[in-house]
């Protein structure tokens, strides 16, 4: 899925600056950004959200990409991504965009995840399916599924968050996106070793995975970050 989205992205990056329209090169530096981001370069999907921001003008795109900086930024642990991301979701909220608005509810789930506020998590994840369900967005459900497995875990509820787990793999299946089977299956392997229970065969589902997606790379240059990303995935089940 990498590649061809790259591609997709240097296409529109080449088409806006030919046709000088500044809304669509913010929006393929907000897709690079997006790309890097998710292989784990945070500092490379940082510099693509910048420029985002710094082109975008007043469109809303720019709002997107200052709202995804922050949230890299935070993901780093660098605490000056907070007043970016801050900024965009009152600058969202004013100018009445609610996808903006809404993905910032997903990227702060993810933080307070990610952060171990679970009591913060728990508070939203509710409200954040039922949003997810009402604009008709199964990745976000997903997420929704992810959140409460992690949940799940820490309140003990082993055999819940496993199902949970379970059917985020199918999930992620159905709609195509393998990023979303791993990290469930990820997931599944630290609760499947918590039970002294092999986690052979969930490696070898990710394994399988991980080079449909390497095949998918295609000729963009994406290697030594795709190198990384498919190392950290690995290590989680050794």
Not at 21 to 48: E, K, P, W
Not at 71 to 88: H, N, P, V, W
Not at 150 to 167: D, P
Not at 189 to 213: K, N, W
């Amino acid at each position: 899925e990498f590649g061809p989205a790259w591609e997709s992205a240097q296409q529109a990056l080449a088409l806006g600056i030919k046709d000088e329209h500044s809304d669509i090169v913010a929006s393929a530096y907000r897709a690079c950004g997006d790309i890097y981001r998710q292989l784990g370069a945070f500092d490379l999907a940082v510099n693509m959200y910048k420029r985002g921001v710094e082109i975008g003008g007043q469109h809303y795109v720019a709002i997107d990409n200052l709202m995804r900086m922050g949230f890299t930024l935070l993901q780093k642990g660098e605490s000056i991504g907070e007043s970016y991301f801050q900024q965009a979701i009152r600058r969202a909220a004013d100018l009445h965009i609610g996808m903006i608005s809404f993905h910032g509810r997903s990227n702060a789930l993810m933080l307070q995840l990610g952060q171990k506020d679970f009591a913060g998590a728990a508070a939203q994840v509710e409200a954040f399916r039922e949003e997810a369900m009402a604009r008709g967005w199964k990745l976000s459900l997903v997420l929704a599924d992810y959140a409460e497995a992690v949940l799940a875990q820490e309140r003990g509820e082993e055999s819940e968050a496993e199902m949970r787990c379970r059917n985020m793999v199918q999930t992620g299946r159905a709609i195509g996106c393998p990023r979303a089977e791993l990290r469930a299956l990820a997931l599944l392997a630290r609760l499947m070793r918590a039970r002294g229970r092999p986690t052979g065969d969930l490696e070898e589902h990710a394994v399988t995975l991980l080079g449909q997606m390497e095949a998918g790379l295609g000729n963009a240059p994406l290697q030594e970050a795709w190198e990384a990303y498919r190392a950290s995935v690995l290590a989680i089940f050794h």
